[in-house]
């Protein structure tokens, strides 16, 4: 009966551990060993990947979500390694999601962390379902991978740098032994001229005790400079300025006037001098055709009122001449116009009667028009005779009066201009009169 039962005991222990063994393996062989359904993801990572192994960890900001189930190079670039994992599902992972190997504190252990910067509205499972393709991620070179890969060109660099500064060194060791013995002579200079260099600096704090004192004196006018400034009337100064514009403006707007004027004085004068030239030239005609007494009297007064009209217009270039000082007499101007305007249109019709004297057949009809014609001449020219006097009346007041203004207002100007040239060149002189004023006692001086 013992031995039976020793052989029960070992057969249930044998069979317990077998049964604990399976239950072991499905335990880790099993999907939802990380809480929740795992699926695959493949990590495509540039250069080695060494210390990476299968079932190596994979975390997502530091908590694990799956594994390492297979290493392999990719085929279509072989500088890339692919590391084949299992991953939860629910982990937010992006086409953004960045992926880095590194390595776990003291122990060294090599995993890949995983992390998400921002939210999509994908994950990557759902694209990689969508397209029928396995989620992938290309990983972002480790600093201590690219380090270790770069380790030995960065020493192959000191290595060639070092032998460069070396050579410098060597070529410079002249040049440097030089240097150090000018500086060695330079310090012996110095300390045995440390006497001059006190009395110098000593200079140098009295020129700038002068200097600080030239300064607040400086300050000093400034201000008084100021207070000089502020005491000047600007208001005045702009109402000056403004009367000086006014009065400019209205000679402006005087002098367009008298322009205008003298235009039509002229223009008269050119219309007067066409005139003439026909009447002259029609008379002629006339003359050798009319033989009697009234003709003869008819052509000294038709030679009265041409040289009438000649000193007329002599008088009125005299004017002319004077353009500029006739801005008193532009209203009395402008009647003498009208009237000359009325001459000529008289003048006009006086030619319209002689052109029809060579169709006329008769004398008489001609003689009457010409003596019309001398009287409205003679009118004419008794009416220039009566404007000009007050004209020349009104030019000499102005000539006497006027300009005898407008020199004084002149000189006072020139004056006035002559007395702040003597301030500006007395304030050059000494312009401590503005800040401290003048000496008004006299400080006594003994006789020896």
Do not use: C
């Amino acid at each position: 009966m013992e031995v039976k039962n020793y052989y029960t005991a070992v057969g249930f222990f044998a069979i317990s551990i077998l049964l604990l063994s399976f239950y072991s393996i499905y335990w880790l062989s099993r999907n939802d060993q990380y809480n929740g359904p795992t699926t695959e993801l493949i990590i495509r990572i540039p250069g080695s990947v060494e210390g990476l192994a299968v079932n190596s960890s994979v975390r997502f900001n530091g908590i694990p979500i799956g594994h390492v189930t297979g290493l392999f190079v990719d085929k279509d670039n072989p500088h890339y390694s692919m590391a084949q994992t299992l991953v939860r599902v629910d982990v937010p992972l992006y086409p953004s999601t960045k992926a880095m190997i590194k390595a776990q504190g003291i122990t060294g252990m090599t995993y890949i962390e995983l992390s998400t910067e921002r939210t999509e509205n994908y994950t990557l499972f759902q694209t990689a379902t969508k397209e029928k393709k396995i989620a992938m991620i290309t990983a972002i070179p480790s600093g201590i991978n690219h380090l270790l890969s770069t380790a030995e060109d960065t020493l192959n660099k000191i290595n060639v740098s070092s032998d460069q500064i070396q050579k410098i060194i060597n070529n410079a060791d002249n040049p440097l032994n030089r240097i150090i013995k000018n500086f060695e002579t330079i310090s012996t200079i110095l300390v045995d001229n440390v006497s001059d260099l006190d009395k110098m600096i000593h200079r140098k704090n009295n020129v700038a005790v002068d200097f600080t004192k030239t300064l607040s004196n400086t300050s000093d006018f400034i201000t008084s400079l100021n207070k000089t400034i502020k005491a000047v009337d600007i208001q005045k100064i702009n109402q000056i300025i403004e009367n000086i514009q006014v009065v400019s403006n209205n000679f402006i707007k005087s002098s367009d006037q008298v322009t205008n004027t003298i235009n039509d004085l002229q223009e008269t004068t050119h219309t007067f001098q066409g005139v003439g030239k026909k009447a002259d030239h029609l008379l002629s005609d006339v003359s050798s055709q009319i033989h009697s007494k009234e003709a003869f009297d008819f052509w000294e007064n038709i030679s009265e009122s041409s040289s009438n009209i000649r000193n007329s217009t002599s008088a009125i270039r005299e004017i002319t001449d004077h353009s500029q000082k006739i801005i008193l007499t532009i209203d009395t101007i402008e009647k003498m116009t009208e009237n000359l305007n009325n001459s000529s249109i008289k003048l006009k019709e006086l030619m319209t009667t002689i052109n029809s004297f060579t169709d006329s057949e008769g004398k008489k009809s001609l003689i009457e028009d010409a003596q019309k014609a001398i009287r409205s001449f003679q009118n004419t020219t008794e009416k220039i005779n009566e404007y000009i006097p007050p004209i020349a009346k009104n030019l000499q007041n102005f000539s006497n009066s006027g300009l005898y203004d407008l020199q004084n207002l002149i000189r006072n100007l020139q004056e006035t201009v002559g007395h702040f040239d003597d301030s500006l060149s007395n304030f050059e002189r000494n312009p401590q009169n503005i800040i401290w004023g003048k000496e008004t006692v006299k400080q006594y001086k003994p006789k020896h």
